[in-house]
């Protein structure tokens, strides 16, 4: 077994943020260096990278690793972390996880009161500023395994998330990119059939727009679509958007930035340790997202672990 380290494992994404994360990140190694952080860093070159050079790191003794990016680059570290700690049998406590936001979406740092900037975050590295949170597993069609640090969805969540990740593909950048995905999906999402269990229980089985769950109060840029979530409590929270007249939904969209969305009387809302989620046809076998990126099908079994990791935390 390699020999704990105690320098922090920076795994930097250079393509998050529009592609400003280096003229950013070479004033954050400065500010790290002089905080006394010590501090080694790893490049990403292509997607899913991260994954490797996390569950690398883990391998090698650090406990202490850090996503330089966005959301999807935590995900990533996330899963790496996690996934080895599931194949080694360490418990993921041993572990301290933190997030540079330079992306272009940084929603779990606002569940975990961490300021949106770079040199903020530096002073909470270099302070020991930590607290937990926990640790949600994922399985999907044909047992795929994902680890979800903010939330998840599917209808309209993730063909949003997919067409934003197509246009980013495709090199496009900006705020437009987000507004053209609401607005085309808006336009063109049919309702797919689904069955929920939460504990074991059937709360909800006929169509539906939507579906949230997650650890994180935050998504879509400022959205609370599960308002109520406490990312260190051991639940899920989840939000149902049912089939319903369009002009009846559009009137509930100003709660999902009030963080009333729980309120609505169209909404089906609870919280959970586990949560199943089964297509009820072969059509509505839906993409799913994890923290922004798009990663397999319908059915999903979500699960808060009982095991937690050390996050940063204001």
């Known amino acids: 077994m390699s020999k704990t380290k105690t320098e922090w494992y920076f795994i930097v994404n250079p393509r998050a943020g529009s592609g400003k994360t280096m003229s950013e990140w070479v004033p954050a190694e400065h500010l790290l260096e002089q905080k006394g952080v010590s501090f080694v860093t790893a490049m990403t070159d292509h997607q899913k990278h991260a994954i490797n050079l996390a569950r690398e790191a883990a391998a090698a003794g650090y406990r202490r690793i850090a996503a330089v990016g966005g959301d999807g680059s935590l995900?990533?570290?996330?899963?790496?972390?996690?996934?080895?700690?599931?194949?080694?049998?360490?418990?993921?406590?041993?572990?301290?996880?933190?997030?540079?936001p330079i992306g272009s979406g940084n929603d779990w740092i606002k569940s975990c009161r961490v300021p949106d900037s770079v040199s903020d975050v530096i002073e909470l590295i270099a302070r020991?500023?930590?607290?937990?949170?926990?640790?949600?597993?994922?399985?999907?069609?044909?047992?795929?395994?994902?680890?979800?640090?903010?939330g998840c969805g599917i209808g309209f969540d993730s063909h949003v998330c997919d067409r934003v990740n197509r246009q980013k593909d495709r090199g496009l950048r900006g705020?437009?990119?987000?507004?053209?995905?609401?607005?085309?999906?808006?336009?063109h999402l049919k309702p797919i059939g689904i069955a929920v269990l939460a504990d074991g229980a059937e709360v909800f089985s006929s169509e539906a727009y939507s579906l949230a769950a997650g650890n994180g109060a935050w998504s879509g840029g400022g959205m609370r679509q599960v308002p109520l979530a406490v990312n260190d409590d051991g639940m899920l929270d989840y939000m149902i958007v049912p089939k319903a007249k369009l002009r009846t939904l559009?009137?509930?969209?100003?709660?999902?930035?009030?963080?009333?969305?729980?309120?609505?009387?169209?909404?089906v809302y609870g919280k959970c340790r586990t949560l199943q989620i089964a297509p009820l046809d072969e059509a509505s076998a839906d993409i799913i997202e994890y923290d922004g990126e798009v990663e397999?099908?319908?059915?999903?079994?979500?699960?808060?672990?009982?095991?937690?990791?050390?996050?940063?935390?204001a």
Not at 296 to 313: D, M, W
Request: proline share 4%; hydrophobic share 40%; charged share 20%.
């Open 296 to 313: 397999g099908r319908l059915p999903v079994s979500l699960e808060a672990t009982g095991s937690q990791i050390n996050v940063l935390k």
């Open 250 to 267: 559009v009137k509930e969209i100003p709660r999902l930035f009030s963080g009333t969305v729980h309120e609505s009387s169209l909404i």
């Open 175 to 187: 705020k437009m990119i987000y507004l053209n995905a609401l607005r085309y999906t808006i336009f």
């Open 75 to 100: 995900h990533e570290v996330l899963g790496g972390i996690c996934s080895w700690c599931d194949e080694t049998g360490t418990p993921p406590e041993e572990f301290y996880l933190a997030v540079v």
């Open 128 to 150: 020991g500023s930590f607290g937990r949170m926990d640790v949600v597993r994922a399985t999907s069609r044909d047992g795929k395994v994902a680890y979800v640090a903010n």
